[in-house]
């Protein structure tokens, strides 16, 4: 099958590589980026895996041609750790309050609630639940999900208060 | 840190040992996406398998044409069972001591079956291949009934024709399995007979999955220069894998190398062993090459591990005050194409004579019948020790219905048959010696906690309103006391393929004071890395965050029997403690060395040895472990490690009272969790946090399974829930907060007192939830429904009991 060039940003950087009309961004991302972050759950757009962040929208990568996305400024998991290495918010309020287990979701859910959180600065518990229910996870049962999303919106909008 | 100015309390807190809400350290690889996980691994050359898969339940494979998907560029290889079959890896043995088919070998069994196996350069190519195989099926007649697979002339599985000798006994049908048999028949039906009452129910506990959110998958990796075998995957019992490979495919065992990396999620689903990691290994023999298989979300909902699917019919028997004297069950265990349950060889329905429950049941009988039908194989524990699930739910449901027939409140029928405090160790009707319990303690609690006297005045005011017509709304209170039966076990009674189910644990403490330790487990999200590092921490003294864990790959770690059926802690986690236990005996001798004082003037103090009566004159374990280096010390070894392969004395017994509260709307079978509170007794509590997250995830399978999950079936054998579209998987919307609370009664035998709780609350939920929806029903006559309680199903009972007018 012929193959077209991309040309998209990921995580801040310029990448471009060649690609089937027919691939799925998510295996473009994972095996020609190794960018193995956002993970295959489902295919059919259910779980929230693989969740990514496409100008400025959350999407789900397994069912999105690297084709249709051609020239978008993408945010996986990778680009959510701060500069210097250090955890960012969502990581670390995931990690203070368990909102994680075997991982597999995880990244998903943090790019899906860094979008939330960009959209919806202070949401309500109900708001975070709502919000996030494109995104499952099979171990925490959510109640620390929704804990973790929530101490992250105080604590970014402390940090938004002192840098004002 | 090693002075004395800080008092013990300060030093143990430095540890993060036993009962520190420790934070976990797996988290900072995986909330960067930084995980690795079966499909991160790439290998140079690997090539991609798929699935060529039946579409059919039941049929014959008249020919299998290649030609076409042969010549699509990128493709290497088909494989069907002609293929496989002269190393006769056609067939694999089960671990039900069954076998199934790796590909089909002239008939089909399941939708979803394996037909061949294609091998490509990249997993497109391989998607692309699979249509192209042509397969001519000739159908047959379909059974998808247990209880018609019994009655029919149609012959499942031809290859046992004639076979009237089972891997668990005689077989009475040639669609039949086993009849497992437990307790004394005779005289339960002697107590059924002269009974003051007796209630008699079918309880139907349906199929379903435990659907992790990751797929199963493997990457076999072949190396023909050193000959040596690498298999990665997603393996929850890695070791027993290892050997599995070796007796089916010929390889000596230490030509094999088995890795569980990361797991996305297990809950039963990846204990088996599945077509696709043979085929793999094969494809890379065959080839040469890396080959990576993961199966998709249809395949994995279709034809790996299901769980459940059990009609277990009830008797129980009670005096007319309420004091249980008896009970009868007999199940038809709906086992698929292939026995392949994963249960302790001397186990076929698992621990479903765990079924007595928390009751003091004097006498009971318990028959089980596996049958072959046209449905996947499977019969795993999903999220639970070996049918534990089915029998707490089968008992629970039981005395449900007895306190319909006492007209009696479940809550005070429960009190007054609880086994008492002072009766442990226990010896069931059944034939387990229960360890520990406090059950009464437990019980009052939750029933405290929830107001259980308020919600029941709630009810009835409820009732009135909704005779009334001032509402349409119900409110059901589901009560559940379970008693699990966890911690597989002692070598005595546990095997699977013959292997000991004990488990393992490899401590080595390096020179500067921090250690790594080597486990038979494999986490599967349970915290392993962070949990076991605190028992170390807890029993030597060095700080957790200076110990590294390591499990899944075989060539490192111990040998053990992995991690399903809560055994981690309650067998690894006991292996941890005593290969720590180890380790600090001879550090003791190092410091009485190092003190110059006989080895029993010292006396253990939180991180060091110091001398008895002069806690002035100490030795930390970080010194003691230099010196263990760097010292002759007379009459011992240099170096600090130790291994523990653990055998348990008998199982623990983890219990707990879970109490659900529930609004119904008659009209559209609309349900909400008003409240859950769990209250879960596991012995020692490692790490609360990890306990309460264990919990929330467990009550939340359990809300999936009762309100809606479920592998169905049409008449045809199709799968009629193949994706997640069909397949319930509560989102955080349906989800509710949930209220957790504990008992401590640790287990007498364990090394540090800890039972296991990762299954308790899918254990404990499921009846929970069930039992809401029919107690809210009770007023109007329900008896007795079959889960799972979507809407449509809730709005059917509200129908046939009249309420819609």
Redesign the interface.
């Known amino acids: 099958m012929s193959k077209m060039h991309v040309k998209l940003t990921v995580n801040g950087k310029q990448v471009e590589g060649l690609a089937?009309p027919?691939?799925l961004l998510i295996?473009f991302l994972?095996?020609d980026l190794?960018?193995?972050?956002?993970?295959?759950?489902?295919?059919?757009s259910?779980?929230g895996?693989c969740t990514v962040d496409i100008d400025g929208k959350s999407v789900k990568s397994c069912t999105t041609f690297v084709a249709q996305v051609n020239g978008a400024d993408i945010t996986?998991?990778?680009g959510?750790?701060n500069d210097d290495g250090s955890?960012g918010v969502?990581?670390?309020m995931?990690?203070?309050h368990?909102g994680?287990?075997?991982?597999?979701?995880?990244?998903g859910m943090?790019t899906r609630a860094h979008r939330l959180l960009q959209e919806n600065p202070n949401p309500t518990e109900e708001e975070?639940?709502?919000g996030?229910?494109?995104?499952?996870?099979?171990?925490?049962?959510?109640?620390?999900?929704?804990k973790a999303i929530s101490a992250s919106a105080d604590m970014m909008n402390a940090q938004k208060e002192a840098a004002e | 840190m090693n002075d004395q100015t800080l008092t013990p309390e300060e030093r143990a807190a430095n540890l993060k040992g036993m009962g520190c809400a420790r934070k976990r350290v797996e988290d900072v690889r995986f909330t960067q996406g930084k995980g690795n996980y079966v499909d991160d691994i790439k290998l140079d050359g690997m090539l991609f398998g798929d699935f060529v898969r039946s579409p059919y339940a039941h049929a014959r494979v008249v020919t299998v044409n290649k030609e076409a998907a042969l010549a699509v560029p990128g493709v290497v290889a088909v494989l069907t069972a002609e293929d496989l079959a002269p190393l006769g890896l056609h067939w694999m043995p089960t671990l039900a001591g069954d076998k199934q088919m790796v590909l089909a070998d002239g008939k089909v069994l399941f939708q979803g079956q394996e037909v061949a196996y294609v091998v490509a350069e990249d997993r497109y190519i391989a998607a692309d291949a699979v249509e192209l195989v042509e397969v001519e099926y000739e159908e047959l007649p379909v059974i998808t009934d247990p209880f018609e697979a019994l009655k029919s002339d149609v012959v499942l599985r031809e290859d046992l024709e004639g076979q009237t000798e089972g891997a668990h006994g005689p077989r009475k049908h040639h669609n039949h399995i086993f009849t497992w048999e437990q307790g004394d028949k005779d005289a339960t039906e002697a107590i059924l007979a002269e009974a003051d009452v007796v209630a008699e129910e079918m309880v139907y506990y349906h199929r379903t999955h435990p659907c992790p959110l990751e797929t199963c998958g493997c990457v076999a990796s072949m190396d023909k220069v050193t000959g040596k075998l690498t298999l990665y995957g997603t393996f929850q019992a890695p070791h027993a894998i290892r050997t599995v490979v070796s007796l089916i495919s010929g390889l000596a065992e230490h030509n094999i190398r088995v890795i569980s990396p990361d797991i996305g999620g297990g809950f039963g689903n990846k204990v088996g062993a599945y077509a696709g990691y043979v085929c793999s290994v094969v494809a890379s023999i065959v080839t040469g090459k890396p080959v990576k298989w993961v199966e998709d979300r249809m395949e994995n909902l279709m034809s790996t591990a299901f769980a459940r699917d059990y009609w277990m019919q009830g008797k129980i028997a009670a005096t007319k005050d309420g004091k249980i004297t008896g009970l009868w069950c007999h199940t038809t265990a709906d086992h698929g194409g292939f026995d392949a349950c994963a249960d302790p060889t001397k186990f076929p329905a698992g621990f479903m004579n765990i079924c007595t429950g928390s009751y003091d049941i004097p006498t009971a009988y318990l028959a089980v019948d596996g049958v072959y039908t046209n449905k996947a194989p499977g019969g795993v524990a999903y999220r639970c020790s070996f049918r534990v699930t089915e029998a707490a739910y089968f008992i629970e449901r039981m005395i449900e219905v007895l306190a319909i027939k006492l007209n009696m409140d479940a809550a005070e029928l429960r009190r007054i048959n609880f086994i008492k405090a002072d009766q442990f160790p226990y010896q069931s009707a059944l034939g387990w010696e229960y360890d520990s319990g406090d059950y009464h303690t437990a019980w009052e609690k939750a029933l405290k906690a929830v107001n259980y006297e308020g919600l029941r005045s709630e009810q009835a005011q409820r009732i009135e309103d909704f005779k009334a017509g001032k509402t349409r709304k119900l409110l059901g209170i589901g009560l559940t006391h379970f008693t699990e039966i966890v911690g597989a076990g002692p070598v005595k009674n546990c095997d699977i393929l013959g292997l000991g189910m004990f488990d393992s644990c490899e401590i080595r403490i390096h020179p500067t004071g921090s250690a790594i330790a080597r486990l038979g487990t494999i986490s599967q999200g349970q915290g392993h890395a962070t949990t076991f590092a605190q028992i170390i921490a807890t029993e030597i003294g060095l700080p957790a965050d200076d110990i590294t864990l390591e499990e899944g790959d075989t060539d490192t770690a111990p040998y053990g029997l992995g991690t399903y059926g809560s055994r981690s802690t309650p067998v690894a986690g006991a292996a941890t403690a005593m290969a720590a236990r180890k380790i600090r005996a001879k550090a003791q001798m190092i410091a009485a060395y190092l003190l110059e004082v006989h080895d029993n003037d010292v006396e253990w103090d939180v991180d060091r040895f110091a001398v008895k009566g002069a806690p002035e004159r100490f030795k930390t374990m970080k010194e003691i472990a230099f010196a263990a280096y760097n010292q002759a010390i007379p009459g011992l070894e240099p170096g600090l490690e130790a291994v523990s392969y653990y055998d348990p004395p008998n199982m623990t017994y983890p219990f707990g009272a879970y109490i659900c509260v529930m609004e119904i709307d008659v009209d559209t079978g609309e349900w909400e969790v008003r409240k859950f509170y769990a209250l879960d007794d596991c012995g020692t509590r490692i790490n609360p946090m990890i306990i309460d997250g264990q919990v929330h995830g467990g009550v939340t399978e359990a809300l999936a399974i009762a309100m809606g999950q479920e592998i169905a079936y049409d008449e045809m054998g199709n799968v009629k829930t193949g994706t997640l579209m069909d397949f319930f998987l509560p989102t955080a919307w349906e989800t509710p907060n949930y209220i957790t609370d504990f008992t401590v009664t640790p287990s007498p035998h364990h090394p540090i007192g800890a039972k296991g709780v990762g299954e308790s609350p899918n254990v404990g939920g499921v009846p929970a939830f069930s039992n809401a929806v029919h107690d809210a029903f009770r007023p109007f006559g329900l008896v007795q429904s079959h889960m799972p309680h979507d809407h449509w199903r809730i709005w059917k009972i509200a129908n046939g009991l009249g309420m819609h007018g």
């Open positions: 089937e027919r691939t295996h994972r095996e190794k960018i193995t972050g956002p993970h295959i759950g489902c295919e059919t259910h779980c895996a996986t998991v990778e959510l750790t955890l969502l990581q670390e995931f990690r203070e368990h994680l287990q075997c991982g597999f979701c995880t990244p943090i975070i639940r709502f996030m229910a494109g995104n499952l996870c099979r171990c925490t049962g959510y109640q620390n999900i929704v």
